[in-house]
């Protein structure tokens, strides 16, 4: 199945290893500028939404999913999980990639590693409030996040795939609404539909 994200608002999808970077938190892209995001991640914000989904059902007492719950994203020490979600890239991935490659080639000053990532990101200034309303010495952080109205898509496989399995993780993926570091504070909202 193939699953499909796009960003409603700006999104910190981070990167754990810090490269030399002038943002104090900076986005994940490929060798020639292109954002992803990694199918780690999604599967992390995948699992959160599918254990809402499954105590909602508990409150409601229709139906139990935990058992569906433990055979798609495993249960500590005991089972392996049967999903596997691939990194989400942009929208037609393969062909960007070939056009930018293609004007580099042609040497076009334009399509520079830089300049991809700029068209895709913008850069968010935040400071620590004291008490009195005066922002705090040396906290002014900057983030470079992706702009809102990006679509990335990506595969998800699930090993023996059947009707409850199917449901749950059309359940969660419905409710999936954001991702991302902070995602608490207005960042990262999204819209994640899946497509057979």
Known sequence: MKLRIKTLSDALVSSNDKP???????????????????????????????????????????????????????????????LAINNLYIEDYEQVKSIILGKRHENNNLFTKENIIDACTTVRYQ???????????????????????LVFEGYIK?????????????????????IGAKRNRGFGKIRATIIK
């Open 127 to 149: 400071t620590k409030i004291d008490d009195t309303g005066v922002a705090e010495e040396h906290s002014l952080r900057n983030s470079r996040v992706l702009r809102k109205e």
């Open 20 to 82: 030399i970077s002038i943002y104090d938190n900076d986005i994940i892209y490929d060798d020639i500028g292109l954002p992803y995001i990694p199918g780690k991640r999604i599967k992390g914000v995948l699992k959160e939404s599918a254990l809402e989904i499954v105590e909602m059902y508990e409150l409601s007492g229709k139906q139990d999913f935990l058992e569906v719950f433990n055979l798609l994203f495993g249960s500590c020490g005991y089972q392996q999980s049967a």
């Open 158 to 178: 699930v090993e023996n795939i059947n009707s409850e399995t199917e449901n749950l993780l059309n359940l969660a993926v419905s409710n999936m609404r954001r």
